[in-house]
């Protein structure tokens, strides 16, 4: 058990009233009570009037309804708040002190409920601290002038407003207590002549300005009925707007421009900014209601050809100048500066004037004259940029103004653009087809004609019944086809094709006519191969590459008249540019040029040189004129080059570098196609040389020439030393036809061609030389033939074709040596870096079997060049 004991306890045993814990607790009545921010919320729908009364209502609700920001938010609506200027008048106030702030605190909330208006304290202005008591106006009669401070101040209340954190709601109600009075009075009377607006203020100025502050003063009625109320307010302001449009387009009308017109201009500036007074100086402008007076579209077009007389447009275009700075002085002396007239005054003469005279006139010459039309449009339009940008601005246009001048033309004529671009390129397509398809058909039936005359006295029929002796005349063809005729009188020289202009004449014949047609039929398909061939030079023509580039440059300047405008309209204006450039390379380029030179070329295949009897000394006739064809493609291409970075290039229509560019690619296509047609035609007229080279060898080299041994004549019995009739020949013929092509070609097609006439060259002397019979004394003249050759190759300047040629120079050396030392001839044989590496040991094994002793020293040499190692067998 413990020991501890029990220690009393004070207070004796709780009592046992169970009614004490109820008359200790306290009874707590409750009320609804809506959260601040519902409250906040309604008062936004109430108007200031009623934002007053609940201010009345506690002091609670008063800090809610006189909340700053409230009343910047009325402010705003009226549009007289400007937060920038609040922002710095509240950076520059440094503040109350802290009892200044408990004053005022305990001024503004010591008051509530019906005492509120009591309470109010005036400024020293004379207004209540609440600033929502009315001013008293005097009435004036309406002739009269105001000198009322009252009626001063309500003309400038907007003016009057500061934007002042902290004075929101004393500024609203400096002017709620200048334009309430008017503004209820409209509301209940309505639109009458009879307002207290116009009662109290005489001059319509006056009136103007106290109707444009009570439409920005109603956007702070948000209550219920705004709608009626600022509706009667428009229907009041309509009313003084109508009297005051009447007085401004009198004034237009009677011409008093700088009295009554400029009143009332000012006038509506005013009360609205003037907005239907522009819309009427511009709708019912004389410009527009007088536009009959400047012309009329039969006075610019030629009644008889459809012609557009341009001259006539720009008389037009005058007349309608003189008259713009006419209503420009208007405009200048009636209007405000601040209004913005010159751009929508623009627009009307471009929309009701310069576009309905111009569709009119398009319209018509599209049906009569597509070609008129083409240049009316580009000619028009170039009139009116300088037309509009000879036009003079008013004081107010600012720097847009060219601008502004530019937008309007491009309305005028964006709906005739892509028309007029697609028929200009159109245009150009059918005028080249027309003109290359006319040279072309000339020239057929000029060959039409040539093969039925030549063809008119060959009796076929006698041919079919003796098919031998048909068959005899193709065997001996090289012999006897052409000596019937070849020696015929020349008939005058023809000319290159038509002369340059709009339109071709027929190319002059090129046959050799004869006096009689030929008799048999193989003379006459071969004096119809003689016509083709002299032909050649006329297969196109440098007269009709002038008129296709004239006609290209002529479209093209036109079309490139309105890359000057931005947007869609110059873009596509570029690419119809660069269309033309193309159509022009199609038209001349593949279809005169490249095909011409397709027959050309076929004219060369055909050609056989052994069949003509008679030569031209300069060269050999068909590739002479080829290459005086390749001279002339050669003008037609750098025509095309001067065009392209003239008209292109320098205008800056195409990019040379853009090798995307149509123009560009275009370009490329047809230089390469050119170069492909002449390296062509050179390859072919390389081998009708060499077949002249051959023929001049096989006529012209003598076997007495290298051979003299074998002549009877005693003459002959001296060594001729001197270069070869046949020799001189060949270089005559292959350097004049070389030196056609300098300066018509590129340096790396010329040397192309000079390397493979070269080399070619270099192959027929050696099929020449192994039919031949060489002896001792022949030697020197072969000596001296390849010496000629030799000085002729190196005027070529061309290191590769001098080897070839210096070794032939040591090839003639082994004709030189004598017979009795076929030790020596068998080591040159043998030495393969004497001929420079171009013959081989074998090869020129089987030139020295060509010497006219071979029979005595060939078996010799042969022992020789086995002793030295040398097997050619």
Known sequence: ?????????????????????LKMASIEISKPVLPAEIMSSILDHLGPIDLIRMARVSKKMQEMAYDDTRWVQVLKRIGCWNELEARRGAEKTTGPTLPEKAERYQSAHTVSGPDLDKSALSDRNGYLFDGFDPISLSMVKPSEGSTDPAQDKALMALNLVKSTRGQARQEYGKLHSVLAPFYEDIVDSGGSIDNLVFKVYGEPESQARILAQLQAFAKSDVTEGWVERRQRLNTAVSLFETAAIREFRNGYESDDIDDLMRRYAYVLWTLNGAGSALSLFIHHNHLVTRKSGFGNITDCIDQLTGVIKLQHTQAYLTRLGAAYNEEISIIDRAFPSKLKVISPFLSKIGKDILSPFFTALFDVLHRVNIESYLKAVSGTFVQCMAFMQDLRPTQSSGDDFYDTVTCVISEVYEQHIDFYLAEELDFFKKACDARVGDWDRQLSEQAASTES????????????????????????????????????????????????????????????????????????????????????????SIEVALSLVHAAKTSLERAAEFVVLDGEYGVAAKHQCAAIFVALLNNLGHRHVIEGFDKAVDHLSNYRPREQRERDKSGVEPLVTFLELVNVGDLILQMVDVFYEQELVGSKLTDRNDFLDPAVKGKKRFEQMLDERVAAGLHKGIDVLMEEVDYILATKQ??????????????????????????????????SHTQMLIGSTDKSTLDVFNQEVGLRLFNALCKHLKRQRISVEGSLKLISDMNHYLKFIQALRNSELLLYFRSLQELAQIYLIDPSDAKELASIIADGDRFYGILRAEEVYEFAKRRADWHLVGRSVERAMYGIGCNVM
């Open 702 to 735: 003598p076997a007495t020439d290298f051979n003299p041994e074998v002549s009877i004549n005693p003459k002959r019995l001296t060594m001729d030393v001197n270069t070869s009739e046949a020799a001189i020949a060949v270089v005559d013929v292959v350097s």
């Open 453 to 540: 005359f030549l063809m008119s006295n060959v009796n076929r029929q006698a041919d079919k019944n003796d098919f031998l002796s048909s068959f005899k005349k193709v065997l001996m063809m090289p012999v006897n086809i052409l000596p019937n005729f070849a020696s015929k009188p020349n008939p005058p020289k023809p000319g290159d094709g038509p002369a340059a202009g709009d339109t071709a004449t027929a190319p002059k014949t090129t046959n050799r006519f004869l006096p009689e047609a030929p008799t048999n039929e193989l003379s006459a398909k071969a004096a119809i191969m003689n016509s083709k061939l002299e032909g050649i030079h006329s297969l196109f």
């Open 1 to 21: 058990m413990s020991k501890f004991k029990k220690v009393p306890v004070s207070g004796g045993p709780p009592r046992r009233d169970i009614l004490a814990s």
